[in-house]
């Protein structure tokens, strides 16, 4: 269980987010939504206790975050971003396998079977087994983001949280990803993630946390939200949804008159293509 009880989170000194309350069951699904800078990876890191709240209180199983050591934490709660840090002389298996340092006292060096079998799950679960032996500096993008998928799944924590892990992926491997958190909340891992899609979380996400102006606007499942006026006044956009037969709903932005009023007609836009 993740209790936010009125957390309020500064960034550079200023007031970042104000009065957040919300319970995360365990084995959810939750997706953090909002527009960029609202504080969606702050939040995240202050759920793993890497960012100080101003006030308020964050629980982890009744336990306030700031109340544990690093290690109680890093085996609670496993953080996973893409931030850049220098890990390029490293293999992706090394990579992967810092996820069980919290396993190991400071001189245990070795790695145990325990490890070695959590790591090759890890590498299994996101596709990568195959090059575990290449150099993380020789990987795109989006093998990179797998990797940093792996490395919090070889931790083995209860929760699992994620800083945007669909960014780099092309549709068919971030559909892939998806399905893989989805299927550790059937397992018993609680799930919440940083996502900007609106309708990868439609189709993934169990609750949704809307962040806008300070506040959480909204904490509910994705049917209430994402299907009433709030994301239009939250994104200052128009949004346009479509039910399918299946009975899941699919969001797309509204185009603006005025594009659509300069955009060629079909007939003139043929008119201007080559003749081959």
């Known amino acids: 269980m993740i209790e936010l009880r009125d957390?309020?989170?500064h960034a550079g000194g200023r007031p970042l987010l104000d009065g957040i309350d919300a319970s995360i069951s365990p084995a959810q699904f939750v997706a953090i939504l909002?527009?960029?800078g609202v504080g969606k990876t702050t939040l995240l890191r202050a759920i793993a206790g890497l960012t100080p709240v101003h006030s308020g209180r964050i629980l982890l199983d009744g336990i306030a975050v700031n109340e544990q050591s690093a290690s109680e934490r890093a085996r609670g709660v496993a953080f996973?971003?893409?931030d850049e840090v220098f890990l390029d002389a490293l293999c992706v298996r090394d990579v992967a396998g810092i996820g069980r340092f919290p396993y190991h006292r400071w001189w245990e060096w070795s790695r145990s079977e325990d490890d070695a079998r959590a790591i090759?799950?890890?590498l299994s679960a996101v596709g990568m087994e195959r090059l575990q032996d290449r150099l993380f500096s020789t990987l795109s993008a989006g093998e990179r983001q797998r990797v940093w998928i792996a490395l919090g799944l070889a931790q083995e924590t209860p929760v699992l949280l994620l800083d945007e892990p669909?960014?780099?992926l092309d549709v068919r491997v971030a559909h892939e990803i998806l399905s893989l958190l989805r299927g550790l909340t059937r397992e018993g891992k609680t799930v919440v993630c940083a996502l900007h899609d609106l309708n990868e979380t439609a189709a993934y996400a169990d609750r949704v946390a809307l962040l806008s102006d300070g506040r959480l606007r909204a904490f509910g499942p994705p049917e209430a939200l994402l299907c009433g006026t709030l994301l239009e006044r939250v994104y200052g956009i128009a949004i346009e949804r479509v039910r399918l037969d299946d009975g899941t709903v699919r969001i797309f932005v509204r185009e603006p008159a005025s594009v659509s009023a300069s955009r060629p007609a079909a007939s003139e836009r043929r008119n201007r293509e080559p003749i081959a």
């Open 7 to 9: 957390v309020s989170l």
């Open 34 to 36: 909002g527009p960029n």
């Open 120 to 122: 090759d799950r890890a």
């Open 80 to 82: 996973v971003t893409g």
């Open 166 to 168: 669909t960014s780099h």
